[in-house]
Nanobody, 126 residues
Framework: QVQLVESGGGLVQAGGSLRLSCAVSGRSFSSYAMGWFRQAPGKERVFAAAINWSGSTYYADSVKGRFTISRDNAKNTVYLQMNNLKPEDTAVYYC????????????????????WGQGTQVTVSS
């Protein structure tokens, strides 16, 4: 049974930081890209950050310079360090695992992922 379990969300003031974690089980991890997406109330799910199997990363313009994605293959876990948080970062954050092995870029489209977590709420107060 494939499981992606996010943790680390919460309530933080603007300018603060949070680190999200996503623990993966039941599927291969090290040879697949991982991504973080987010969905604000009433809006569609959008891409935030991704890291491919070799460590190449890609960020949405809205988070570039503030968020950092990383992975620990020994722990089958991907992280999202979020600094200088803004109220517009408020959303449910989802991690996702790529459907293709050894992709040579960090994918940003939802259809490129086939396993998803349940999400963790991040709320940034002004």
């Amino acid at each position: 049974q494939v499981q992606l379990v996010e943790s680390g969300g919460g309530l933080v003031q603007a300018g603060g930081s949070l680190r999200l974690s996503c623990a993966v089980s039941g599927r291969s991890f090290s040879s697949y890209a991982m991504g973080w997406f987010r969905q604000a109330p009433g809006k569609e799910r959008v891409f935030a950050a991704a890291i491919n199997w070799s460590g190449s990363t890609y960020y949405a313009d809205s988070v570039k310079g503030r968020f950092t994605i990383s992975r620990d293959n020994a722990k089958n876990t991907v992280y999202l360090q979020m600094n200088n948080l803004k109220p517009e970062d408020t959303a449910v954050y989802y991690c996702a695992a790529d459907r293709a092995r050894y992709r040579d870029y960090a994918p940003s489209r939802t259809y490129e992922y086939d396993d998803w977590g349940q999400g963790t709420q991040v709320t940034v107060s002004s």
